[in-house]
């Protein structure tokens, strides 16, 4: 079983290229995760690498930002390359199957900082996705 669920805060924006033959998109972004801690023990951060296809990349590349929180599940893979001084690195990364934004709003709008500040505008606006519907804070029940 290769099953792997994140929940963290990226620490930049993603990075999105196209496959030549397909044109199909790829996004790359990293994410903040802490670790749990005892008591007095010093706080510790893993940095995994995630990739992401498809249209789900672009809506990765569209929504997120340097600081928002999202949710990733998907497997991990493993990898090895050869760099220009001939040394081998291996790498890990997580190849997401599902994206869950978790802070929402356009990539131009204040990232990390939890809900954007409230204003008047259209669904369009938000960067809410087709079939989608705004709604205010008034209008959830609990």
């Given at each position: 079983?290769?099953?792997?669920v994140l929940i963290g805060?990226?620490?930049r924006d993603p990075e999105v290229r196209y496959v030549s033959e397909s044109q199909m998109a790829v996004a790359t972004f990293t994410v903040a995760i802490d670790r749990p801690v005892r008591a007095g023990q010093e706080k510790k951060t893993d940095f995994p690498r995630v990739t992401v296809f498809g249209r789900q990349a672009e809506n990765c590349e569209r929504f997120l930002a340097k600081g928002r929180l999202v949710g990733v599940q998907g497997r991990i893979q493993t990898g090895s390359y050869t760099n220009?001084?001939?040394?081998t690195v291996y790498t890990t990364d997580v190849v997401a199957d599902r994206v869950e934004f978790?802070?929402?709003?356009?990539?131009?709008e204040r990232a990390g900082g939890g809900r954007p500040a409230p204003q008047q505008s259209t669904a369009k606006d938000e960067g809410i996705p087709d079939g989608f519907q705004a709604i205010e804070d008034d209008d959830i029940p609990f």
């Open positions: 079983m290769n099953n792997v805060r990226l620490t220009k001084d001939g040394q978790l802070e929402w709003g356009d990539r131009n």
